[in-house]
C-alpha cells in the first residue's frame, strides 16, 4: 500500500500486519473517503476484483453486516488516515496503521475514546525512539535553512506528495514572516493544486488551527511561497524548493538533485527515512562529500551540505505507550516495525502495563481470547438490590506490593466496595437461559435446604466445691437448674478474662461465642461425651460445645481452656 | 377573568393536566396578582395534601405541583408561608415517594429555607432513583449534613454504575477536600487512590472530575503531612496528574494542567523531567503511590516525561493555555527549571492564539516579580516583538513584563529601549504606558541608561534655532528615560547632563500622566527643577561615589507591579470563603472555622507585604465579621486569639507597607502612626499574657510578632526610644532561643535573619542605633507562622460593675479626703498567682492603682463573683470630676519594669476589662 492511497485501508495485505484468523473473520474493508476525482480512480482500480465500496466518516459507526461493525477515529498522521474500531459479536478490536500522538501545525493527534477492547493492534515504525520537543526540531531545521539561504545558497527539500510538504510550507512561511525574509520559497507546481483540493474538502481532518482560520482564510495560502518552473532550477540567488518524490527516486526532485548537489553552498533536506535503493538512501549513508551514483551512467559529486530532517508523521514508542495505556486492551499486537525493536517494545508494554503483547512475524498466527458475553436474566429482587447504592468499607493493609507507601511504616487505608453486583448469583439451568438472583432467593429457586454442618463436642470441666456447711456428694441434692446457671456463669466469667477480643454473650442457659455455644449438658449418656476417666479428686461437670465449621480454630480454643480450666464454686 | 379561571379551578376537581395547565400560565404571568396566587397556592395546596389514593396520575400531579410551587417561590420569593409549611409537610408524610420528596426538596431549596436534614438525604441518595440521587449530589450544599457522613457517601458513590453520579460524587468529593481538615487519614488516603482509580474511567466527564478530586484530595494529604513526606506526596501528586497530560479528551487535558499549575513544591529532577525526554539517574528509580495503569500500583517517576511539554505543544489552545498558567506556580521554583521554561515560554510566544500568548507573557510575569526572569539574548527578538502585536492587551502585558526584567548587556537595554519607541511610534495611543515602562527600565538599568544618554544626547539637543522638537517620539521616549537617571541628592550630582531634567520639563503633562501611580505632577516638577540645577559628573566617578551612598536615597521609589498576581490571590481567596460558608462543620465547628479563616489570613498575607492593604484590610474586616458571627462560649480562648491574631497582623501589614510604600511623610502623619503601634503593642501584650493554655508554637509566634512589631517601631519612630526597643527585642530573642532549646519547635528565617542583623548591630559597638534599615531587611523574611488551635485556650476577663454612679446621678465626694467604690467584680479564668490591680485615672494626670489580692478573697467557683471596695485617695479640688476605671493584669513575665512612684505594679500592664467611668461631684448640702 503506497503512501499516496493511504486513505483506504485493507489489513490483510500489508505484508507485516499479521494474521487475523484467529477471529475467523473474513472481511476486507474498502473504506474511502476521497471525494471525486480521486475516489473514482481508486474505485476503478479497486473494482476489478471486488464488490463493494463503502466510504466512512470520522466516527461513524457502519454496519458492515449482522455480526461486525466498524467505526473510524482520527489518527493524524497524514489527510484520510485513521484508526479502525471493530467490533465482531462481544470481541472488540482497534487495528491502526499509521499514527501521529503529536500534532502537526496542520494535522491533529490521534483521537480516540476509551474502549472496552480484547486487542489492539498497532504500527510500531518507531518502536524505540522517544522524538524531542517539536520546537527543537523545528528551531533545527529552521536554523539549517536560514543558514543556508543568508550564505546565497540553495535548499533542496524532497518532499512526498502531500501533507508533509503543506507542513514544511506552513513552518517556512510562519519563520519568513517573523524574519522578514525575502528568499523565494517554491512549490513544486503539482504540489499546490492537489492540496487546496484535499485540504478544502477534507479541512475536518485538520488541526484546531487550520479549522479555526478556515473561516477567514485559506490556511494554505502561502504569503512567501510560489510555484516553480522547470526554467528556474539555475536562476541565480537563493531559494527554497520543495519538490517530489520524497526519497529522490526519481522525477523532479532528482533533476533538481542533479544540478544543486555539486555546489557546496546548496543545502539538501532529506526526510527520516529512505528505502534503500534510493538516491536518498545512499545519502544518508554516505559521508559528505561523497560520489553518488544517480544512475548506471551518471555519476554526482555532492558536494552540498545534507540535513536530515527529524520531523515524522508516525508516533514515535512514547506515543505508542500512551496510546495502549489509554486504550488499556487485553492484548496488543504490534506490527509494521523491525523486530528487534518490537521485542524491547514489547518488554516496555508487558512490564509497564502488564499487557500480554506480541509481535508476530509474516504468516505466524496468534491466538487471542476474546471475550464472550453469555446473556442472562435478572430476578426482580436482585434487580431491585442492584440499583440502590450498597457500598460498605474495608481497611487493606497495603495493595499489590508490601512497600506500598513511601517511607513511611505501611499504613491501612479506607478501600470501599460496591456490593450489589457481589449479592448476585448466576444460576444456569439446562436448557434455560441463565439467570442471576439474589443470594437470598438462592435457595427457594433450587429448591434445596440450607444445610450446615455443626460440630459437637462435650467437653469434661473440672469443679471443686468449697462448701462451708454442708458435704454433699456428687450428683445428689444440688438443685439442677440452679447448679446449671451458676456454673454457666462461672464459666463465662472464667472465659471472658481469656477472650477479651470477642464478645461472649450469656442468656442463662447458654454461652455464644459467634457460632459457637456451651450449654451444660445435664444428660447420662451424651452423644457427643467421649467417655474419659473420671477424675477422683474434683467433679467433673459436662458442658455440650457446638458449632459450626467456620469457627472451628475458634472453637477449639476456647474448648482448650474449658479443659484446662478448674471452677470453683462456694 | 380571575373568578372564571379559579372557580374553573375548583370544579374541575383540580385534577386535570388542563387547570395545571391553566395554572401554569397564571403563576407564569408577571402581571396576575398576588391575590389570584395565594388562592391557586390554596387550590394547589389543597390537592396536595388529598392525592386520590385510587389513581395512580397522583405521581405526576404531585410532580407538576410540586414544580408550580417551585416557580411560584423563584417568581415570588416573598409570598407564602402557608406554601413551604404544606410542601414541609408533604415531604414529611411517610406515604411520600422517593420522587415527589425529591420535587419537594427541590421546591424547599428554591425557597431558601433550610432543608436542615441528614436523614432525608442519606435516606434519599441510597435508593434506586438515579435522577433523585444526582439532584441530590447536585444540591448538596443546601443540606445540612456533616463532612464525615458526606463524605463516605460521596466516596461511595464513587463505585455508582452510572457516569452521571460517579461524576458528580466526585465534584463533590473535590469541593470537600476544599474545606475540610483531615481527621481520619485513612479515610483520606482511601478517597484519594479511590479517586486515583477513577482516572482511568472510561468517561470523558468522570476523567475530568476526577482529576479534580485527586487534586483537591492530593492537596489535603499533603497539607496534613510534616516535611519529608509532604514532599514525597506532593511529588507522588504531581506524577500523578502528569500521568494523565497524554488523555484523549481535551477537557481532562485542560483539567489537569489546571490541577499541576495548584501544587505548590514539586522536587527539582521530576521538574526538570517534564521538560525533557532523558530519564536522569535519580528518576530511573523512583517510585511513587499511585496509580500507573490498570493493572501497576506505583508510579514510576519517568512518567513525568516532557508532560509540560507535550502540554505546551497540544493541538488545542485550552490545553497550552492552561500548561502556561501550570507553570506560574512552578517555574520559580529552581532556578534551573526557570530557565528552561523561559525558552520554551518564548517560543511559546509565538504561538497563533491570542490566549496562549497573553497566558506566557503571564507566566513570564510572574516569574519575573519572582526575579527569576533571565532574559538572553536570543530571546529577545520574539519579545520585542510582542510590543509590536496587534492585539493591545498583549502588548500592555509585554511592556508589563519588560518594566521588571534585568537585561545583563547595554545591546540588549539598547534594544528594548528600542523596541519600545517602535511601539509607540505605531501605537501613538500607549504613550502613558510606554513612558512609564521606559521610567521603569531606566531606573532598573541605571549605568546603561547613562551611557544610552550620553551616547544620544546629540540627538536630544534642540535642532538649530533653539526649537525644541520634542514632538518626535523618539526624543520624547529619550526625554522620559532620562528623567529616570538615577542622581545623588546629597551630593548634588547627576551622571547625565543636567539640562537633559530642564528639558523634560517641556513634556511634564505627558510624562506625569503616565507616572500618575508613582509620582504626582507637582513633586516631578519639584524634582527636575531641582535636579536640573545639580553638577554632572562622569558616569564611572558618578558610580563610584554611588557605592558609598545610603540606601533610601532614590527619591521616585517604584510600586511594586501586583495587579495580576493580587487578583489570583484574591480568586483564591474568594473560594476558600464560598466554600467556608458552604459547609458547616458541625463536629467542633467553631475551631474548625476558627482554623480555616487563620489559614486564610495566613495566605493572604503575601498581598499584605505587597501594599494592598486597602483590599486586604476589606478582606480581613470580613473574615473578622465572620469570626464575629461564631458566637460559642466554651471557645472563647480561640476566638479572641485569632481575632487578636488577624487584628496585629492587620496592623503590622499597615505599619511595613506605610513603612516600604509611602512616597512621602507628612507631619500629621506621625499620630496616627503612633496610636497604630500603641495598638500593636497592646494587642500583642494580651496575646501573651491573657490567654492561658499556648503551647510553645503559639508563644513562639506571639514572640516573633512582637519582634517583627519592635522592628517596625525601631524603623518608623528611628531616634526615639530606640535604646528601650533594642533591650527588649534582645529579650525576646533570648526568649525564643529558650523555646527552641527545650522544644523541637522549629526556628524561623525571620527569626535567624533577626539574629543575625542583631549581631551585626552589637558588633558595630554604637549606642545609638544609626541605621534602623539592617533590621528591616530581616523583616522580609517575616512570614505568619501556621496555627492550629486545638480548643483548649482560655481568656482572661473581667468585668466591672458599680452601684448607682451615672451622668446625672453622680456620686458624692469630699474634696481631699479618700472615697470607697464598691465595685462588683466578676473574674473568668483568673487564679490566684495572677497579681491583679484596679486602676483608677484621672484625665490622664493621676493614676492610681490598688492590689486585687485574690488570696484573701474568698470562693473559688469559676467564675469568681465579689464585691470590692477600693479606695480612691487623691480627691481633686473640684466640684465634680470623672474617674475611669479598670481592672488591669501586671505582665510578671515582662522584662521591662516601669519605674512607677507610689506603688503599683512593676510591670507593664493588660487591661482585663473595658474602662469605666464614674463621676463624682461634690455632696451639696
Redesign the interface.
Known amino acids: 500500500m503506497s503512501k499516496t492511497q493511504n486513505s483506504y485501508i485493507e489489513p490483510f495485505r500489508h505484508p507485516d500486519h499479521g494474521e487475523l484468523n484467529s477471529f475467523g473473520w473474513r472481511w476486507i474493508i474498502h473504506y474511502n473517503i476521497l471525494p471525486t476525482p480521486h475516489a473514482k480512480v481508486i474505485l476503478r482500480k479497486q473494482n476489478k476484483g471486488r464488490t463493494k465500496v463503502t466510504a466512512v466518516d470520522l466516527k461513524q459507526t457502519v454496519l458492515v453486516d449482522k455480526d461486525l461493525q466498524i467505526r473510524a477515529y482520527y489518527a493524524g498522521h497524514v489527510l484520510g488516515a485513521a484508526m479502525f474500531y471493530a467490533k465482531v459479536g462481544d470481541a472488540a478490536i482497534v487495528y491502526t496503521g499509521d499514527y501521529n ?3 502537526d501545525r496542520h494535522l ?9 477492547l480484547d486487542l489492539v493492534i498497532t504500527e510500531s515504525t518507531y518502536a524505540t525512539t ?6 527543537v526540531r523545528e ?1 533545527e531545521f529552521l536554523k539549517a535553512v536560514h543558514k543556508c539561504v543568508a550564505s546565497g545558497g540553495k535548499v533542496l527539500i524532497p518532499t512526498f506528495a502531500l501533507g508533509r510538504a503543506q507542513e514544511l510550507c506552513m513552518l517556512l512561511d ?1 519563520y519568513w514572516e ?2 522578514n525574509l525575502k528568499v523565494p520559497i517554491y512549490l513544486s507546481s503539482g504540489l499546490t493544486i492537489q492540496a487546496n483540493m484535499y485540504y478544502k474538502v477534507l479541512i475536518n481532518w485538520t ?3 487550520v479549522k479555526s ?1 478556515s473561516a477567514t482564510r485559506n490556511a494554505f495560502d502561502f504569503k512567501n511561497v510560489h510555484s516553480f518552473d522547470r526554467s528556474m532550477i539555475n536562476a541565480p540567488g537563493p531559494c527554497v524548493l520543495l519538490a517530489t518524490p520524497g526519497m529522490i527516486s526519481g522525477g523532479f526532485s532528482l533533476d533538481v538533485f542533479k544540478q544543486w548537489a555539486p555546489c557546496e553552498q546548496n543545502l539538501i533536506i532529506l526526510p527520516g527515512y529512505c528505502v534503500a535503493g534510493t538516491v536518498g538512501h545512499r545519502l544518508l549513508s554516505a559521508n559528505s562529500p561523497a560520489k553518488v551514483n544517480v544512475d548506471e551512467s551518471t555519476q554526482i559529486d555532492v558536494r552540498c551540505q545534507i540535513h536530515q530532517l527529524s520531523f515524522s508523521l508516525h508516533t514515535d514508542s ?1 506515543g505508542i505507550m ?1 496510546l495502549v ?2 486504550l ?1 486492551p487485553k492484548h496488543v499486537i504490534l506490527v509494521h516495525g523491525e523486530k528487534p525493536k518490537m521485542a524491547l517494545l514489547k518488554e516496555r508494554i508487558e512490564s ?3 499487557i500480554p503483547c506480541y509481535y508476530p512475524a509474516n504468516n505466524e498466527s496468534v491466538c487471542i481470547p476474546s471475550t464472550n458475553y453469555v446473556k442472562a436474566e435478572m430476578s426482580k429482587s436482585f434487580l ?1 438490590s442492584s ?5 460498605k ?1 474495608l ?1 487493606t493493609i497495603s ?3 508490601a512497600d ?5 511504616r505501611t ?8 456490593d450489589r453486583v457481589v449479592e448476585g448469583t448466576l444460576a444456569m439451568q439446562k436448557e434455560k437461559q441463565a439467570k442471576i438472583v439474589h443470594q437470598n432467593e438462592l435457595m427457594v429457586i433450587l429448591g434445596a435446604e440450607n444445610h450446615e454442618v455443626q460440630v459437637a463436642y462435650c467437653c469434661p470441666v473440672c469443679v471443686s466445691y468449697e462448701l462451708k456447711d454442708v458435704a454433699l456428694a456428687p450428683g445428689e441434692n444440688m438443685p439442677p437448674v440452679l447448679d446449671k446457671r451458676s456454673l454457666l456463669h462461672l464459666l463465662y466469667t472464667k472465659l471472658s478474662n481469656d477472650f477479651q477480643d470477642v464478645t461472649i454473650q450469656n442468656d442463662g442457659d447458654r454461652l455464644q461465642i459467634e457460632s459457637f455455644t456451651v450449654s451444660a449438658c445435664l444428660k447420662e449418656k451424651c452423644p457427643h461425651r467421649i467417655h474419659v476417666k473420671p477424675d477422683s479428686t474434683s467433679e467433673a461437670v459436662n458442658f455440650c460445645c457446638m458449632w459450626s465449621m467456620e469457627d472451628e480454630k475458634l472453637a477449639w480454643r476456647v474448648i482448650s481452656i474449658m479443659k484446662n480450666l478448674e471452677l470453683k464454686t462456694g | 377573568m380571575e373568578h372564571i379561571l379559579r372557580s374553573n379551578l375548583e370544579t374541575n376537581e383540580n385534577n386535570s393536566p388542563q387547570a395545571i395547565l391553566r395554572a401554569l400560565s397564571l403563576v407564569s404571568n408577571p402581571s396576575t396578582s398576588d391575590s389570584t396566587l395565594s388562592s391557586i397556592a390554596k387550590i394547589l395546596i389543597i390537592s396536595l395534601e388529598n392525592p386520590n389514593p385510587n389513581s395512580n396520575s397522583h405521581l405526576f400531579l404531585h410532580h407538576h405541583i410540586l414544580r408550580l410551587f417551585s416557580l411560584l417561590f423563584h417568581h415570588r420569593p416573598h409570598v407564602h408561608h402557608d406554601v413551604i409549611s404544606a410542601v414541609r409537610a408533604f415531604s414529611l408524610l411517610p406515604s411520600t415517594s422517593t420522587r415527589s420528596l425529591a420535587d419537594a426538596l427541590a421546591c424547599l431549596s428554591i425557597s431558601d429555607s433550610n432543608l436542615n436534614d441528614e436523614s432525608t438525604f442519606l435516606y434519599l ?4 432513583c438515579v435522577s433523585v ?1 444526582h439532584w441530590l449530589l447536585l444540591n448538596v450544599s443546601k443540606f445540612d449534613i456533616r463532612p464525615s457522613v458526606l463524605f ?1 457517601v460521596l ?6 454504575p452510572y457516569p452521571l453520579i460517579r461524576n458528580v460524587a466526585l465534584n463533590g468529593l473535590a469541593d470537600l477536600c476544599k474545606c475540610i481538615v483531615v481527621e ?4 483520606i ?3 484519594y ?2 479517586a486515583v482509580k477513577c482516572l ?5 466527564s468522570v476523567r475530568c472530575s476526577a482529576v479534580r478530586a485527586v487534586s483537591a484530595c492530593g492537596q489535603l494529604i499533603v497539607a496534613s503531612k510534616q516535611e ?2 509532604k514532599g ?1 506526596w506532593s511529588d ?1 501528586l504531581f506524577l500523578q496528574l502528569c500521568s494523565m497530560v ?3 479528551s481535551v477537557k481532562v487535558r485542560v483539567e489537569v494542567f489546571n490541577a499541576l499549575g495548584k501544587i505548590e513544591t514539586v522536587s527539582e529532577y521530576i521538574l526538570l523531567q517534564t ?1 525533557s ?1 532523558k530519564a536522569s539517574a535519580a528518576t530511573k528509580k523512583m ?3 499511585g496509580q ?7 508510579i514510576p517517576a519517568t512518567s513525568a ?2 508532560a509540560f ?2 502540554g505546551l ?5 485550552e490545553v497550552r493555555e492552561s500548561a502556561c498558567r501550570a507553570l506560574q506556580t512552578l517555574a520559580i521554583l529552581y532556578a534551573g527549571f526557570s530557565n528552561e521554561v523561559v525558552n ?1 515560554l518564548m ?1 511559546v510566544l ?1 504561538d ?2 491570542m490566549a496562549v500568548r497573553l497566558q506566557a507573557l503571564d507566566t513570564l510575569h510572574q516569574m519575573a516579580m519572582s526575579g527569576h526572569l533571565k532574559v538572553q539574548e536570543a530571546h529577545l ?2 519579545f520585542l ?1 510582542m510590543l509590536l502585536d496587534s492585539q493591545s492587551l498583549i502588548r500592555f502585558t509585554a511592556r508589563k513584563v519588560l518594566k521588571l526584567t534585568e537585561l545583563p548587556s547595554l545591546d540588549m537595554f539598547k534594544r528594548c529601549v528600542d523596541g519600545l519607541i517602535r511601539d509607540l511610534e505605531l501605537y501613538p495611543q500607549d504613550e502613558a504606558e510606554v513612558f512609564s515602562a521606559l521610567f521603569m527600565i531606566g531606573q532598573n538599568h541605571g549605568k546603561f541608561l547613562v551611557s544610552l544618554i550620553n551616547e544620544a544626547s546629540q540627538m536630544i539637543e534642540p535642532s538649530s534655532g533653539g526649537k525644541l522638537g520634542y514632538d518626535n517620539v523618539r526624543k520624547a521616549s529619550y526625554l522620559v528615560l532620562a528623567a529616570s537617571a538615577p542622581v545623588s541628592m546629597k551630593q548634588q550630582t547627576c551622571s547625565i547632563p543636567p539640562r537633559m531634567f530642564s528639558y523634560a520639563v517641556t513634556l511634564l503633562g505627558r510624562v506625569s500622566r503616565s507616572l500618575a501611580d508613582i509620582v504626582d505632577q507637582r513633586t516631578l516638577l519639584a524634582y527636575l527643577s531641582y535636579c536640573s540645577r545639580f553638577t554632572f559628573v562622569s558616569a564611572a566617578e558618578f558610580f563610584k561615589m554611588e557605592e558609598h551612598l545610603e540606601e533610601g536615597d532614590v527619591q521616585l521609589t517604584q510600586r511594586r507591579e501586583v495587579s495580576k498576581y493580587h487578583i489570583w490571590r484574591k480568586l483564591q481567596l474568594k473560594e476558600a470563603e464560598s466554600s467556608l460558608l458552604d459547609f458547616q462543620v458541625e463536629h467542633n465547628k467553631e475551631i474548625n472555622c476558627v482554623n480555616i479563616i487563620l489559614q486564610v489570613v495566613i495566605d493572604i498575607w503575601p498581598s499584605l507585604k505587597l501594599g494592598l492593604t486597602d483590599e486586604v484590610t476589606r478582606t480581613l474586616r470580613c473574615l473578622k465579621a465572620e469570626l464575629g458571627t461564631i458566637s460559642n462560649h466554651n471557645h472563647r480562648g480561640e476566638l479572641v486569639f485569632a481575632l487578636q491574631y488577624i487584628d496585629a497582623l492587620e496592623r503590622l501589614g499597615h505599619l511595613w507597607s506605610h513603612l516600604v510604600f509611602s512616597k512621602e511623610f507628612y507631619f500629621h502623619e506621625w499620630g496616627k502612626l503612633e496610636c497604630s503601634l500603641k495598638k500593636l503593642d497592646r494587642c500583642l501584650r494580651d496575646m501573651r499574657y491573657k490567654l492561658i493554655g499556648l503551647t510553645k508554637e503559639d508563644n513562639f509566634l506571639i514572640l516573633e510578632l512582637i519582634i517583627a512589631n519592635g522592628i517596625v517601631k525601631l524603623c518608623n519612630m528611628e531616634a526615639c526610644a530606640n535604646k528601650t526597643i533594642l533591650k527588649k527585642l534582645h529579650s525576646m530573642m533570648s526568649c525564643i532561643k529558650h523555646i527552641c532549646g527545650e522544644e523541637s519547635t522549629e526556628s524561623s528565617n525571620f527569626v535567624v535573619e533577626v539574629q543575625k542583623s542583631l549581631s551585626e548591630i552589637d558588633s558595630t559597638n554604637c549606642p545609638i542605633l544609626d541605621n534602623p534599615y539592617l533590621l528591616l531587611k530581616s523583616l522580609e523574611h517575616f512570614t505568619p507562622r501556621k496555627v492550629v488551635l486545638l480548643g483548649n485556650l482560655k481568656y482572661m476577663e473581667a468585668e466591672l460593675r458599680f452601684q448607682g454612679s451615672e451622668f446625672q446621678n453622680p456620686l458624692p465626694f469630699i474634696s481631699g479626703l479618700p472615697v470607697g467604690l464598691s465595685l462588683d467584680i466578676t473574674l473568668h479564668n483568673i487564679s490566684s498567682e495572677n497579681s491583679l490591680w484596679i486602676k483608677m485615672s484621672l484625665e490622664e494626670k493621676l493614676t492610681q492603682f490598688v492590689f486585687l489580692d485574690l488570696h484573701e478573697i474568698e470562693g473559688h467557683d469559676e467564675p469568681r463573683k465579689f464585691t470590692f471596695v477600693a479606695p480612691f485617695y487623691q480627691t481633686p479640688k473640684a466640684s465634680c470630676f470623672t474617674l475611669k476605671i479598670c481592672i488591669v493584669l501586671e505582665c510578671m513575665s515582662d522584662d521591662d519594669q516601669v519605674p512607677r512612684g507610689c506603688g503599683g505594679p512593676k510591670h507593664e500592664v493588660a487591661h482585663l476589662c473595658e474602662e469605666k467611668e464614674v463621676y463624682f461631684s461634690v455632696e451639696v448640702r
Open positions: 500522538m503529536t500534532p491533529g493527534a490521534a483521537q480516540i475514546d476509551r474502549l472496552q522517544v522524538r524531542d520537543s517539536k520546537y528551531r510562519d517573523q524574519m488541526s484546531q488551527k482560520t512514547k500512551d495505556k489509554f488499556s509497564d502495563f502488564g431491585q440499583l440502590s447504592p450498597n457500598f468499607f481497611k495493595r499489590a506490593d506500598f507507601i513511601l517511607n513511611e499504613e491501612s487505608f479506607v478501600q470501599v466496595c460496591d | 441518595v441510597l435508593q434506586p440521587r463516605t466516596i461511595g458513590l464513587t463505585k455508582d481520619d487519614e485513612n479515610l488516603q482511601g478517597c487512590f479511590r482511568f474511567d472510561s468517561e470523558d519529608r513526606s514525597d507522588a497524554r488523555d484523549m521538560l525526554k517510585n511513587f503511590p500507573y495503569s490498570d493493572k501497576k500500583f506505583r516525561s516532557l511539554l507535550y505543544e497540544d493541538e488545542f489552545n520554551l517560543v509565538n497563533d492564539s527578538p520574539r516583538g
